[in-house]
């Protein structure tokens, strides 16, 4: 067995044991040993393959632990050799859950990783009449992986077409940002058209109720659903909780208790 090595990624087929050895190693340690059946799932796939950066699993189990045994539907932009799909349908489908799995990719070939549970649609991300048929045909999503293109404008183009069609508890999370930093991906540090650059302007909207009067920032629809962006290396998450409007029309803030 040739273990194949390109700088970063490690690619471990047939039964090598020792380097699933060292992976586990890395991977499960004791603070997470309780919550690692993701990283287990990982480290011992011998089916269709899972390319995932190492430093995702902790984040996965924070955000998607909520929704095991739970009907969930989920959508992964970006179906790639169709590991990952099995993976998130594994991990969720338990305690008679039902579980719906959605992707999206461009190859037809993808369509072969279809089951009873898992539904492909064949079409890019960055086609909005594509993404709004999508939305049409799949119920609303607990959870949305955009693992696609990593390409600045499908990334900014899926956000804006599929936000809304989350859950108001779901979750939004986009992998490998790192190629905001890359301008083959039409990215580049500090460039305003990158995605990364493009939420942190989505910081000043979860903020808005705040912004002092005559300032140009005005609450919208992202105000009033987002609870909270968080960032991971390479990763974005972004959940979903509906504000109360009595936040604001009877008071953001209170002090209960003696004062001195």
Not at 98 to 117: A, H, L
Not at 153 to 169: G, L, T, V, W
Not at 171 to 179: A, F, G
Not at 197 to 224: H, M, Q, R
Request: hydrophobic residues 30%.
């Amino acid at each position: 067995m040739k273990l194949k090595v390109d700088k970063k990624t490690i690619s471990i087929r047939d039964n090598d044991d020792n380097n699933r050895e060292v992976l586990r190693d890395i991977l499960i340690n004791d603070d997470n040993k309780e919550k690692s059946d993701l990283h287990k799932y990982f480290i011992e796939n011998r089916e269709e393959a899972v390319y995932k950066h190492l430093s995702y699993f902790d984040v996965y189990e924070r955000y998607f632990s909520k929704f095991r045994g739970r009907d969930i539907n989920l959508l992964e932009i970006g179906v790639g050799y169709g590991g990952s799909l099995k993976m998130w349908k594994n991990y969720f489908s338990i305690d008679g859950a039902k579980v719906n799995i959605y992707g999206i990719d461009k190859k037809e070939k993808c369509k072969r990783f279809e089951d009873d549970n898992i539904k492909i649609y064949i079409g890019s991300q960055n086609d909005r009449d594509f993404l709004r048929e999508v939305k049409k045909e799949i119920p609303k999503l607990d959870i949305l992986i955009d693992d696609g293109s990593h390409i600045m404008e499908d990334q900014i183009i899926s956000f804006e077409e599929m936000y809304d069609h989350i859950k108001d508890d779901g979750i939004y999370l986009c992998e490998d940002v790192y190629t905001s930093y890359w301008t083959n991906c039409n990215g580049g540090y500090k460039n305003p058209n990158s995605f990364i650059e493009y939420t942190k302007n989505l910081i000043d909207y979860l903020n808005a109720y705040s912004a002092i009067e005559g300032d140009s920032l005005e609450a919208n629809n992202f105000t009033n659903t987002a609870y909270s962006i968080s960032y991971y290396e390479s990763l974005i998450v972004i959940e979903k909780r509906i504000r109360d409007s009595r936040y604001n029309s009877f008071c953001q803030q209170a002090s209960i208790g003696k004062t001195m």
